[in-house]
């Protein structure tokens, strides 16, 4: 389940008995009011959009879930990447010494009223400083690891199990969304060589960054799509929905791209200045103008198409500005070998492709989701992409759960509870 604020989207998959994930089961439902920046706004909303985009998912997949994944994001939400290190007893790595490494390693990051969340794909595992798959059984003297965290507050999580459990299911994990963007789109190419995410979303944008198969950094940005949306109904003094057909219809400018990085000023000659009113020659074209249908009394209902388009081209253009500095304040920007994957649903304009190449001077792709059989046709799309990942990091996680690499919760923790009971009673 991946709790959008323009939409909420819940995916079911399947995985075969040769690994293949297929995506059986799609639904949807708006997101408007229910959740901005990661916080559950109304909880009604909330628990309305999701039993409606649920219940779809079920009869597309004509199957019953239990429980779900969950990704998380926005500004309340902090990561951190940290390491802990185990001498091992009789030089064999048992299950124990994993879990005391990953305690130690998040020992600093606990807070009082914060839940510490990682995901089993951003977890790396050295045995003597030798990196491992799955260390247990191996032998050596140290047990180290290196985790990425996600903190964020308790009551986040709350609010979300509480809109879960009034549908009569549980949460069985939860995942930074960044990272699930990640595993929705790369390839294991694109995470060895180096690369970045970014996940345009509505009111969050999310930035995960990887090389040598491991992730480097990640942050969660409290600005989106809905900042260009607001510029231009501000600007245009037309609705929300309006503005929003517009950013889509004519998209970010071309002639403003190559105008801001590809003219050289000292190629352009000063024209001179007219003495009087300059004559309009025949093949002059008028300015182009556009009608606009919602704008307030008094607002002018035609305005020109470069007021839009300086607009929408000014707010994204300072959104991917400030992802290029954070990336070079932390030295981050020298590994994007093979550039920037942009998703999520503001990733759709036109040519925020070309204005994030001219931006980062990197390659640049919309991402689209793979790594799953996806049947139906409308998850084929970059807003789908964390949804996508969310369903890798489930199997991963069950996987990892089974053989004893994470603690389980939700419904696998119950059975262990119950297993645990069985034979404290019956055999201790």
């Not at 290190?85 to 009789?90: E, F, G, T, W, Y």
């Not at 960044?178 to 930035?207: F, K, N, Q, Y």
């Not at 070998?337 to 931006?359: C, D, F, H, M, Q």
Request: one cysteine or more; proline letters at 4%; glycine letters at 8%.
């Amino acid at each position: 389940m991946d709790f959008g604020s323009r939409e909420i989207r819940v995916l079911i998959g399947r995985q075969d008995s040769d690994g293949v994930i297929r995506i059986i089961g799609h639904g949807t439902a708006p997101g408007h009011g229910c959740v901005s920046q990661g916080v559950i706004q109304d909880r009604n909303a909330a628990q309305v959009a999701l039993r409606k985009a649920l219940s779809a998912a079920e009869k597309e997949a004509r199957a019953h879930v239990r429980t779900l994944f969950c990704g998380i994001n926005g500004k309340n939400v902090e990561t951190f990447i940290r390491e802990g290190n185990v001498k091992i007893d009789r030089e064999l790595v048992e299950r124990a010494h994993m879990a005391e490494a990953r305690d130690i390693a998040e020992r600093d990051i606990l807070a009082p009223g914060k839940h510490i969340a990682s995901s089993i794909s951003a977890q790396e595992w050295y045995v003597d400083d030798l990196r491992v798959l799955d260390p247990i059984g191996i032998c050596g003297q140290v047990l180290k690891t290196r985790v990425h965290f996600a903190r964020l507050p308790a009551a986040i999580e709350d609010n979300l199990i509480a809109c879960i459990e009034s549908q009569g299911r549980e949460l069985e994990d939860i995942i930074f969304l960044p990272l699930a963007s990640a595993l929705g789109v790369l390839t294991p190419e694109d995470m060895e060589l180096g690369v970045a995410v970014i996940d345009l979303g509505r009111s969050t944008t999310g930035l995960a960054v990887f090389r040598d198969l491991r992730i480097l950094g990640s942050q969660s940005f409290e600005w989106g799509g809905y900042h260009i949306t607001r510029d231009v109904a501000a600007g245009l003094q037309v609705t929300f929905e309006e503005a929003d057909e517009l950013i889509l219809e004519y998209g970010i400018s071309d002639e403003f791209i190559h105008r801001e990085f590809h003219e050289d000023p000292e190629d352009v000659a000063p024209e001179p200045e007219p003495e009087g009113p300059a004559p309009r020659h025949r093949d002059q074209k008028e300015p182009a103008r556009i009608k606009l249908n919602t704008v307030v009394a008094g607002a002018p209902s035609i305005v020109e198409r470069a007021e839009l388009d300086m607009i929408i081209f000014e707010r994204a253009k300072e959104l991917l500005v400030k992802i290029r500095q954070h990336l070079h304040a932390r030295g981050l920007a020298k590994n994007l070998v093979r550039g920037v994957v942009l998703t999520g649903g503001a990733s759709a304009i036109k040519n925020y492709v070309a204005l994030a190449e001219a931006i980062f001077q990197v390659p640049i792709r919309v991402g689209q989701p793979n790594s799953v059989e996806i049947l139906p046709h409308e998850v084929q799309a970059p807003e789908f992409a964390a949804s996508v990942g969310i369903v890798r990091h489930a199997f991963e996680y069950r996987a990892a759960a089974r053989n004893g690499r994470v603690e389980a919760r939700g419904v696998m923790r119950s059975h262990a509870k119950r297993l645990a009971s069985f034979f404290k009673k019956y055999f201790f």
